[in-house]
């Protein structure tokens, strides 16, 4: 379980200072870095749990799924926080525009979203005993 919470700290890192070094640009790898940040606390939550979500996202969709058959309970509002941050992340990394003005915009706004969704899924997963702490703070 640590190694995903030191994982999810990881890329939290990153994700902070690349919006102080770069704070008008890399929106699409902001949120990217996002999303595992909660991957990896979701894997912390399963493993927790003693649960194996899946090796893919699909895989993770199926078992987690609260309109499905559910590996773990998994609060509906979290998951839909969750599949919003994949969303975000998938039009991160695939969906190109011409314009690389207004691409940057609606990436800024996405990241935006994202960091809303990365804080109610810490919320969540802070109630359920995972947090987003570095052990030697």
């Known amino acids: 379980m640590q ?78 926080a969750y599949n919003k941050l994949q969303n975000y992340s998938e039009i991160a990394r695939y969906d190109v525009f011409l314009d690389a003005e207004l691409e940057n915009e609606i990436q800024r706004d996405n990241f935006e979203e994202s960091k809303k969704l990365l804080v109610e899924l810490q919320g969540y997963f802070n109630s359920e005993g995972i947090n987003l702490e570095d052990e030697a703070a």
């Open 3 to 80: 190694g995903h919470i030191n994982q999810a700290l990881h890329n939290n890192k990153f994700v902070s200072e690349c919006c102080v070094t770069y704070p008008d640009n890399f929106f699409d790898w902001k949120i990217t870095a996002t999303f595992y940040t909660a991957l990896h606390l979701l894997r912390a939550f399963c493993e927790n749990r003693g649960v194996n979500p899946g090796k893919n996202h699909s895989e993770i969709r199926s078992s987690l799924n609260p309109s499905g058959q559910q590996i773990t309970p998994f609060k509906p509002h979290a998951w839909k």
